[in-house]
Protein backbone atom coordinates (compact mmCIF):
# COMPACT_ATOMS: atom_id res chain seq x y z
CA UNK A 1 0.00 0.00 0.00
CA UNK A 2 2.98 2.35 0.64
CA UNK A 3 3.30 2.47 -3.28
CA UNK A 4 0.00 3.37 -3.91
CA UNK A 5 -0.35 5.80 -1.03
CA UNK A 6 2.59 7.87 -3.09
CA UNK A 7 0.79 7.83 -6.42
CA UNK A 8 -2.36 9.16 -5.16
CA UNK A 9 -4.33 10.62 -2.23
CA UNK A 10 -7.29 8.94 -0.14
CA UNK A 11 -10.43 10.92 -0.88
CA UNK A 12 -13.18 9.50 0.86
CA UNK A 13 -16.58 10.98 -0.74
CA UNK A 14 -20.21 10.35 -0.29
CA UNK A 15 -21.87 8.95 -3.90
CA UNK A 16 -25.43 7.96 -3.42
CA UNK A 17 -26.31 6.29 -0.25
CA UNK A 18 -22.73 5.22 0.43
CA UNK A 19 -19.49 6.53 1.43
CA UNK A 20 -17.15 5.68 -1.35
CA UNK A 21 -12.90 5.44 -1.06
CA UNK A 22 -11.36 7.57 -4.02
CA UNK A 23 -8.20 7.17 -5.21
CA UNK A 24 -7.15 10.12 -7.03
CA UNK A 25 -4.28 10.25 -9.96
CA UNK A 26 -2.76 13.63 -10.33
CA UNK A 27 0.12 12.33 -11.95
CA UNK A 28 -2.80 11.17 -14.97
CA UNK A 29 -0.89 7.69 -15.08
CA UNK A 30 -3.24 4.15 -14.51
CA UNK A 31 -3.07 3.50 -10.63
CA UNK A 32 -2.67 -0.43 -10.06
CA UNK A 33 -3.28 -2.02 -6.77
CA UNK A 34 -0.92 -4.82 -6.22
CA UNK A 35 -3.01 -8.80 -5.91
CA UNK A 36 -3.05 -8.13 -2.08
CA UNK A 37 -5.09 -5.24 -2.20
CA UNK A 38 -7.85 -6.02 -4.32
CA UNK A 39 -11.31 -6.92 -3.57
CA UNK A 40 -13.04 -10.18 -3.14
CA UNK A 41 -15.79 -12.04 -3.45
CA UNK A 42 -15.47 -11.13 0.78
CA UNK A 43 -14.84 -7.89 -0.49
CA UNK A 44 -11.97 -6.48 1.82
CA UNK A 45 -9.37 -4.04 0.59
CA UNK A 46 -6.83 -2.36 2.83
CA UNK A 47 -8.37 0.71 3.32
CA UNK A 48 -10.36 -1.55 5.73
CA UNK A 49 -13.67 -0.89 3.70
CA UNK A 50 -16.29 -3.98 2.42
CA UNK A 51 -16.91 -3.71 -0.79
CA UNK A 52 -18.13 -5.74 -4.58
CA UNK A 53 -18.56 -5.72 -7.55
CA UNK A 54 -20.78 -4.66 -10.27
CA UNK A 55 -20.93 -5.51 -14.04
CA UNK A 56 -21.29 -2.52 -16.69
CA UNK A 57 -24.72 -3.31 -18.29
CA UNK A 58 -25.71 -1.76 -21.76
CA UNK A 59 -29.54 -1.01 -21.13
CA UNK A 60 -32.09 1.92 -21.44
CA UNK A 61 -31.67 4.51 -18.57
CA UNK A 62 -35.10 6.94 -17.50
CA UNK A 63 -35.38 10.00 -15.09
CA UNK A 64 -37.65 10.91 -12.72
CA UNK A 65 -39.64 13.45 -11.11
CA UNK A 66 -41.54 12.75 -7.56
CA UNK A 67 -44.38 14.35 -6.54
CA UNK A 68 -47.38 14.35 -4.22
CA UNK A 69 -50.66 13.78 -6.26
CA UNK A 70 -54.25 13.30 -5.31
CA UNK A 71 -56.06 10.13 -6.70
CA UNK A 72 -60.26 10.29 -7.66
CA UNK A 73 -62.36 11.25 -10.25
CA UNK A 74 -61.81 13.50 -13.49
CA UNK A 75 -63.81 16.37 -14.59
CA UNK A 76 -66.27 18.19 -12.16
CA UNK A 77 -69.81 19.51 -12.91
CA UNK A 78 -72.70 21.41 -11.36
CA UNK A 79 -75.87 20.20 -12.72
CA UNK A 80 -78.37 23.33 -12.62
CA UNK A 81 -82.20 23.16 -13.16
CA UNK A 82 -84.13 25.00 -15.71
CA UNK A 83 -87.23 23.05 -14.15
CA UNK A 84 -90.28 24.45 -12.37
CA UNK A 85 -91.52 23.28 -9.12
CA UNK A 86 -90.64 21.45 -5.84
CA UNK A 87 -87.55 18.58 -5.60
CA UNK A 88 -88.93 15.41 -5.06
CA UNK A 89 -86.59 12.97 -5.56
CA UNK A 90 -82.72 13.32 -5.36
CA UNK A 91 -79.91 10.45 -6.15
CA UNK A 92 -77.72 9.50 -3.35
CA UNK A 93 -73.95 10.63 -2.95
CA UNK A 94 -71.74 8.53 -4.73
CA UNK A 95 -74.55 7.27 -7.49
CA UNK A 96 -73.95 6.94 -10.91
CA UNK A 97 -76.47 8.41 -13.44
CA UNK A 98 -75.92 6.82 -16.83
CA UNK A 99 -77.80 8.29 -20.36
CA UNK A 100 -80.95 7.73 -20.00
CA UNK A 101 -81.20 7.87 -16.66
CA UNK A 102 -82.99 9.90 -14.34
CA UNK A 103 -81.05 12.79 -12.53
CA UNK A 104 -83.52 14.23 -10.02
CA UNK A 105 -87.38 14.81 -9.99
CA UNK A 106 -89.26 17.78 -9.66
CA UNK A 107 -93.12 17.46 -9.07
CA UNK A 108 -92.27 13.84 -9.13
CA UNK A 109 -91.70 14.48 -13.62
CA UNK A 110 -88.32 13.08 -14.04
CA UNK A 111 -85.16 15.38 -15.47
CA UNK A 112 -83.15 13.06 -17.23
CA UNK A 113 -79.74 12.65 -18.33
CA UNK A 114 -78.33 13.08 -22.08
CA UNK A 115 -74.49 12.95 -23.22
CA UNK A 116 -73.26 16.08 -25.05
CA UNK A 117 -71.27 18.74 -24.72
CA UNK A 118 -74.23 22.04 -25.72
CA UNK A 119 -76.00 22.33 -23.13
CA UNK A 120 -79.58 22.53 -23.17
CA UNK A 121 -81.15 25.56 -23.98
CA UNK A 122 -84.49 25.06 -25.66
CA UNK A 123 -87.33 22.89 -25.85
CA UNK A 124 -86.68 20.37 -28.48
CA UNK A 125 -89.55 19.19 -30.64
CA UNK A 126 -90.75 18.41 -34.02
CA UNK A 127 -91.29 21.40 -36.30
CA UNK A 128 -93.31 21.40 -39.51
CA UNK A 129 -90.18 20.02 -41.49
CA UNK A 130 -87.64 17.84 -40.22
CA UNK A 131 -85.33 21.22 -41.45
CA UNK A 132 -86.94 23.39 -39.73
CA UNK A 133 -85.57 22.47 -35.64
CA UNK A 134 -81.77 21.25 -36.26
CA UNK A 135 -78.43 22.30 -34.45
CA UNK A 136 -75.32 20.60 -31.93
CA UNK A 137 -78.13 19.68 -29.61
CA UNK A 138 -80.70 17.83 -31.99
CA UNK A 139 -77.38 15.74 -32.89
CA UNK A 140 -76.39 15.01 -29.74
CA UNK A 141 -80.20 14.10 -28.95
CA UNK A 142 -80.14 11.58 -31.87
CA UNK A 143 -76.93 10.21 -31.37
CA UNK A 144 -78.01 9.53 -27.74
CA UNK A 145 -81.22 7.81 -28.39
CA UNK A 146 -78.84 5.66 -31.47
CA UNK A 147 -76.79 5.02 -28.41
CA UNK A 148 -79.95 4.02 -25.93
CA UNK A 149 -80.76 1.41 -28.63
CA UNK A 150 -84.03 3.43 -28.91
CA UNK A 151 -83.53 4.10 -32.78
CA UNK A 152 -81.18 2.98 -35.13
CA UNK A 153 -78.10 4.75 -36.83
CA UNK A 154 -79.88 4.65 -40.20
CA UNK A 155 -83.23 5.86 -39.24
CA UNK A 156 -81.72 9.45 -38.68
CA UNK A 157 -79.52 9.32 -42.12
CA UNK A 158 -78.99 11.37 -43.91
CA UNK A 159 -79.08 14.26 -41.61
CA UNK A 160 -78.49 13.79 -37.81
CA UNK A 161 -78.76 17.25 -36.96
CA UNK A 162 -82.49 16.89 -37.66
CA UNK A 163 -85.35 16.52 -35.77
CA UNK A 164 -86.50 14.21 -37.73
CA UNK A 165 -90.07 11.83 -37.14
CA UNK A 166 -87.28 9.22 -36.31
CA UNK A 167 -86.26 11.42 -33.44
CA UNK A 168 -89.75 11.89 -32.23
CA UNK A 169 -90.34 8.01 -32.31
CA UNK A 170 -87.04 7.14 -30.16
CA UNK A 171 -88.16 10.39 -27.70
CA UNK A 172 -91.89 8.26 -27.15
CA UNK A 173 -89.94 5.11 -26.66
CA UNK A 174 -87.72 6.58 -24.17
CA UNK A 175 -90.51 8.73 -22.33
CA UNK A 176 -92.28 5.71 -22.34
CA UNK A 177 -89.79 3.62 -20.26
CA UNK A 178 -89.41 6.11 -17.90
CA UNK A 179 -93.32 6.22 -16.86
CA UNK A 180 -94.17 9.74 -18.48
CA UNK A 181 -96.72 10.62 -21.34
CA UNK A 182 -94.87 9.98 -24.85
CA UNK A 183 -95.34 13.32 -26.41
CA UNK A 184 -91.82 12.65 -28.06
CA UNK A 185 -91.11 16.33 -27.25
CA UNK A 186 -88.80 17.62 -24.51
CA UNK A 187 -89.61 20.89 -22.63
CA UNK A 188 -86.58 22.82 -21.27
CA UNK A 189 -85.95 21.68 -17.79
CA UNK A 190 -87.12 18.14 -19.06
CA UNK A 191 -83.16 17.15 -19.64
CA UNK A 192 -79.63 17.84 -18.80
CA UNK A 193 -76.62 17.70 -21.25
CA UNK A 194 -73.51 16.60 -19.71
CA UNK A 195 -70.31 15.08 -21.42
CA UNK A 196 -71.28 11.44 -19.75
CA UNK A 197 -72.03 9.62 -16.82
CA UNK A 198 -71.94 11.54 -13.74
CA UNK A 199 -71.02 10.21 -10.14
CA UNK A 200 -72.83 12.59 -7.69
CA UNK A 201 -70.39 13.73 -4.77
CA UNK A 202 -73.00 16.61 -3.53
CA UNK A 203 -76.56 17.81 -3.02
CA UNK A 204 -77.23 21.27 -3.84
CA UNK A 205 -80.87 21.38 -3.26
CA UNK A 206 -82.91 20.14 -0.47
CA UNK A 207 -85.74 17.49 -0.75
CA UNK A 208 -89.00 19.87 -1.14
CA UNK A 209 -87.09 22.85 -1.67
CA UNK A 210 -88.06 24.77 -5.15
CA UNK A 211 -86.09 23.53 -8.07
CA UNK A 212 -84.26 26.41 -10.19
CA UNK A 213 -80.31 27.30 -9.60
CA UNK A 214 -78.00 24.03 -8.70
CA UNK A 215 -79.54 20.58 -7.85
CA UNK A 216 -76.29 18.54 -7.39
CA UNK A 217 -72.78 18.45 -8.43
CA UNK A 218 -70.95 15.61 -9.58
CA UNK A 219 -67.64 13.51 -11.29
CA UNK A 220 -67.37 11.72 -14.53
CA UNK A 221 -66.53 7.99 -13.94
CA UNK A 222 -62.75 8.00 -15.42
CA UNK A 223 -60.17 7.76 -12.71
CA UNK A 224 -57.34 10.65 -12.43
CA UNK A 225 -54.43 11.04 -10.05
CA UNK A 226 -54.14 15.40 -10.41
CA UNK A 227 -50.76 16.73 -9.45
CA UNK A 228 -50.42 20.51 -8.47
CA UNK A 229 -46.97 20.83 -10.08
CA UNK A 230 -44.54 24.11 -9.25
CA UNK A 231 -45.10 26.14 -12.27
CA UNK A 232 -41.24 26.21 -12.18
CA UNK A 233 -41.41 22.72 -13.47
CA UNK A 234 -43.10 22.78 -15.89
CA UNK A 235 -41.47 22.48 -18.92
CA UNK A 236 -40.02 19.51 -17.53
CA UNK A 237 -43.56 17.61 -18.26
CA UNK A 238 -45.16 16.94 -21.10
CA UNK A 239 -48.22 14.46 -22.55
CA UNK A 240 -47.26 11.65 -23.27
CA UNK A 241 -45.18 11.31 -19.93
CA UNK A 242 -45.39 7.62 -18.68
CA UNK A 243 -45.67 7.85 -14.52
CA UNK A 244 -45.58 5.52 -11.93
CA UNK A 245 -48.30 5.89 -9.56
CA UNK A 246 -47.82 4.53 -5.39
CA UNK A 247 -51.46 4.40 -4.20
CA UNK A 248 -52.80 4.83 -0.42
CA UNK A 249 -52.28 0.66 -0.17
CA UNK A 250 -48.36 1.05 -1.17
CA UNK A 251 -49.16 -1.19 -4.59
CA UNK A 252 -47.97 1.32 -7.82
CA UNK A 253 -49.44 1.06 -10.81
CA UNK A 254 -48.63 2.96 -14.31
CA UNK A 255 -50.29 5.64 -15.61
CA UNK A 256 -49.66 8.79 -18.50
CA UNK A 257 -49.76 12.53 -18.52
CA UNK A 258 -52.80 13.65 -20.23
CA UNK A 259 -52.86 17.68 -19.60
CA UNK A 260 -50.53 19.59 -18.16
CA UNK A 261 -52.09 23.31 -17.60
CA UNK A 262 -50.92 26.63 -19.27
CA UNK A 263 -51.84 28.92 -16.43
CA UNK A 264 -50.90 29.03 -12.82
CA UNK A 265 -52.18 29.35 -9.56
CA UNK A 266 -51.70 30.24 -6.11
CA UNK A 267 -50.84 26.81 -4.04
CA UNK A 268 -53.54 26.71 -1.64
CA UNK A 269 -52.55 27.35 2.02
CA UNK A 270 -51.91 29.94 4.38
CA UNK A 271 -51.08 33.01 2.67
CA UNK A 272 -52.74 35.90 1.61
CA UNK A 273 -55.79 35.18 -0.04
CA UNK A 274 -55.54 31.54 1.41
CA UNK A 275 -52.18 30.66 -1.23
CA UNK A 276 -49.07 30.25 0.22
CA UNK A 277 -47.53 31.87 -3.35
CA UNK A 278 -45.63 29.15 -4.95
CA UNK A 279 -47.44 29.09 -7.93
CA UNK A 280 -48.71 25.35 -9.55
CA UNK A 281 -49.95 24.56 -12.61
CA UNK A 282 -52.07 21.25 -12.84
CA UNK A 283 -51.11 18.04 -14.21
CA UNK A 284 -53.55 15.47 -14.68
CA UNK A 285 -52.43 11.61 -14.97
CA UNK A 286 -54.81 8.64 -16.24
CA UNK A 287 -53.77 5.49 -15.01
CA UNK A 288 -53.25 2.92 -17.66
CA UNK A 289 -55.57 0.16 -15.45
CA UNK A 290 -58.36 2.24 -13.70
CA UNK A 291 -59.79 -0.90 -11.66
CA UNK A 292 -56.11 -1.07 -9.99
CA UNK A 293 -56.79 2.49 -8.20
CA UNK A 294 -59.96 1.08 -6.05
CA UNK A 295 -62.70 3.64 -5.56
CA UNK A 296 -61.06 5.95 -2.74
CA UNK A 297 -61.87 9.48 -3.99
CA UNK A 298 -59.75 12.76 -2.91
CA UNK A 299 -56.99 10.23 -1.65
CA UNK A 300 -53.60 11.29 -1.20
CA UNK A 301 -51.04 9.29 -3.73
CA UNK A 302 -47.51 9.66 -5.04
CA UNK A 303 -46.07 10.10 -8.98
CA UNK A 304 -43.17 9.51 -10.00
CA UNK A 305 -42.91 11.12 -13.44
CA UNK A 306 -40.43 9.79 -16.16
CA UNK A 307 -39.15 13.16 -17.67
CA UNK A 308 -36.33 11.72 -19.51
CA UNK A 309 -35.31 8.29 -21.33
CA UNK A 310 -31.69 7.30 -22.85
CA UNK A 311 -31.44 3.90 -25.10
CA UNK A 312 -29.12 1.45 -25.51
CA UNK A 313 -26.40 3.55 -23.15
CA UNK A 314 -23.22 2.02 -20.52
CA UNK A 315 -24.88 2.11 -17.09
CA UNK A 316 -23.11 1.55 -13.59
CA UNK A 317 -24.04 1.60 -10.13
CA UNK A 318 -24.53 5.32 -9.20
CA UNK A 319 -21.69 4.49 -6.04
CA UNK A 320 -19.45 3.18 -8.34
CA UNK A 321 -18.51 6.75 -9.15
CA UNK A 322 -15.20 7.68 -7.86
CA UNK A 323 -14.58 11.67 -7.36
CA UNK A 324 -11.12 12.69 -9.03
CA UNK A 325 -9.14 16.18 -8.95
CA UNK A 326 -10.83 19.00 -11.24
CA UNK A 327 -14.45 17.51 -10.67
CA UNK A 328 -13.73 14.55 -12.89
CA UNK A 329 -15.20 10.76 -11.99
CA UNK A 330 -13.76 7.81 -12.27
CA UNK A 331 -14.40 4.36 -11.72
CA UNK A 332 -12.53 1.20 -10.63
CA UNK A 333 -12.18 -1.37 -13.15
CA UNK A 334 -11.19 -4.72 -12.11
CA UNK A 335 -9.24 -6.29 -15.24
CA UNK A 336 -7.66 -9.97 -15.89
CA UNK A 337 -5.64 -11.01 -13.03
CA UNK A 338 -7.66 -9.22 -10.80
CA UNK A 339 -5.99 -5.29 -11.59
CA UNK A 340 -7.08 -2.54 -11.03
CA UNK A 341 -7.53 0.34 -13.05
CA UNK A 342 -8.97 4.14 -12.96
CA UNK A 343 -10.91 4.65 -16.15
CA UNK A 344 -12.06 8.30 -16.57
CA UNK A 345 -15.40 8.48 -17.32
CA UNK A 346 -18.28 10.99 -18.72
CA UNK A 347 -21.78 11.10 -17.00
CA UNK A 348 -24.89 11.23 -18.36
CA UNK A 349 -28.68 10.65 -16.85
CA UNK A 350 -29.13 9.40 -13.33
CA UNK A 351 -31.69 6.81 -12.96
CA UNK A 352 -33.19 7.05 -9.65
CA UNK A 353 -35.38 5.10 -9.07
CA UNK A 354 -32.53 2.32 -10.24
CA UNK A 355 -29.69 3.61 -8.96
CA UNK A 356 -28.08 3.59 -11.93
CA UNK A 357 -25.90 6.14 -14.02
CA UNK A 358 -24.85 6.87 -17.71
CA UNK A 359 -21.18 6.29 -18.17
CA UNK A 360 -18.84 6.27 -21.00
CA UNK A 361 -15.42 6.57 -21.55
CA UNK A 362 -12.22 5.32 -23.51
CA UNK A 363 -11.72 1.79 -22.37
CA UNK A 364 -15.24 1.24 -20.89
CA UNK A 365 -17.24 -1.71 -21.94
CA UNK A 366 -20.00 -3.69 -21.33
CA UNK A 367 -19.18 -7.08 -19.16
CA UNK A 368 -16.57 -5.21 -17.22
CA UNK A 369 -16.38 -5.37 -13.37
CA UNK A 370 -15.88 -2.19 -11.22
CA UNK A 371 -15.74 -1.86 -7.91
CA UNK A 372 -18.86 -0.81 -5.57
CA UNK A 373 -19.09 -0.70 -1.84
CA UNK A 374 -20.92 -3.93 -0.86
CA UNK A 375 -24.62 -4.07 0.52
Known sequence: ??????????????????????????????????????????????????????????????????????????????????????????????????????????????????????????????????????????????????????????????????????????????????????????????????????????????????AGGPVLKGTSTVRQVTVDLDASEQSTVKVGDQVMITLPSNQTTPGQVTSVGRVAAGRSGSGPGGSSGSPTVEVDITPTDPAATGTLDQAPAQVAITTSTVLDVLAVRVDALLAMSGGRYAVEVVGSGGVHQLVPVSLGLFDDADGLVQVSGPGLAAGQRVVVPAT
Open 1 to 210: MKGIAAAGTLLVILAGAGALVAWTNPFGIDVLRPPGSRPTSAGTQDSGRTTSTFTVTRRSLSSRMSVAGTLGYAGEYTVLSQAQGTITWLPELGQVIDDGQVLYRVDERPVVLLYGSTPAYRALAAGARAADVTGADVRQLNDDLVAMGRITGSEIQPNPVEFSWATRLGLERLQAALGVPATGRLALGDYVFLPGPVRVTSRSAALGGL
